[in-house]
């Protein structure tokens, strides 16, 4: 951290804490964030920091995308999509697009004018990207893209998508697939329902359908085929970084909650943090928050000197998500009945933690990963 990543904490954290808190009740019920939080976020400067000045963004580097999430977890925020659109999405424009791909598509990206969403899932096909079963298929100047996609984190309010599609549909390798860009209001793009999600409800999350849907080849990222695979895989150590950004920020806002509640609640004539047991699972939790802590600080100087490998990203990921559910899981005893009302903020912290186990690629693909580098 410096005087200028400390200026950014405090403007991400003004802004989640107006802008965004206040209205997360709604957000949930509603599935969705406002619109116009976009072009706010986007006039504050909070949107594709670590994209290059030249194409509408920051200029910084990923340690500014990482304070916003940390500012975005701590202010009890967690709707808001920015992170993945920023950190994630806008990455592989900037890495792999053209240069008309770039100017077109980044400075409105870094304004909030155009939101955007990445579509690999598909509703037979978790992990394993090269089965996928979304073609592109060439015809003219054009491809026709035809398939489905689900679990689409922003996929509701996206006007822009890249979709990973079989550019060969015959091959079974990595090098048949590709990514290309979607706008939304293509003829043929359809969005399914808002997903009902166990947690995370102010996050839109839907399914989408490609009928056939006909975009220029120019939409093909990079203008090269069959590198959609290996795009992926280089922006995916990034992908998880910014997970275990959210798992860090998230079990210190657990334990932080946990014991001002423990200190105020009182239960047998005493606060019921001067209870053994309380006391032993704070120290507890309180020691995975410095460790947590201690292990991402260390992931990002690498991240940050282009050091971080994969399968320390994929440690990252696992150690980081599954701390983060423990946590939340422990403390949330501790609140004994009001922990499991979604009135106190821990239910919330317990009901979203529970999916990082699982994107970004499952915890299991992430031991998968360490045990081939051993």
Known sequence: MDKDLDALADLARRFFEKECAPNEERWGQQQHVDRDVWLKAGELGLLCLSIPEEYGGGGGTFAHEAVVAIEQIRSMAPSFGGVLHSAIIAHYLSSYGTEAQKTTWLPKMASGEVVSAIA??????????????????????????????????????????????????????????????????????????????????????????????????????????????????????????????IAAASIEKTVDVTLAYTKEREAFGRPIFKFQNTQFVLAESDTVKSVAWSFLDDCLVKHLAGELDVPTAAKAKWWLTEQQCRVADECLQLFGGYGYMQEYPISKLYADARIQKVYGGTNEIMKTIIAKSL
């Open 120 to 245: 690999m899932t598909e509703p037979g096909t978790g992990s394993d990207l090269q089965s996928i079963k979304t073609k592109a298929v060439k015809d003219g100047d054009d491809y026709v893209i035809s398939g489905a996609k689900t679990f689409i984190s922003n996929g509701q309010t996206a006007d822009l998508v890249v979709v990973a599609a079989k550019t060969n549909p015959e091959g079974r390798g990595a090098d048949s697939v590709s990514l290309i860009l979607v706008e939304a209001d293509r003829d043929g793009f359809r969005r399914g329902r808002n997903l009902e999600k166990i947690g995370q409800h102010g996050q839109d999350t839907c399914e989408l359908f490609f009928d056939d849907v006909r975009v220029p080849q120019t939409n093909l990222l990079g203008g090269v085929e069959g590198l959609g695979f290996i795009q992926l895989m280089q922006q995916l150590p990034q992908e998880r970084l910014v997970l275990a950004v």
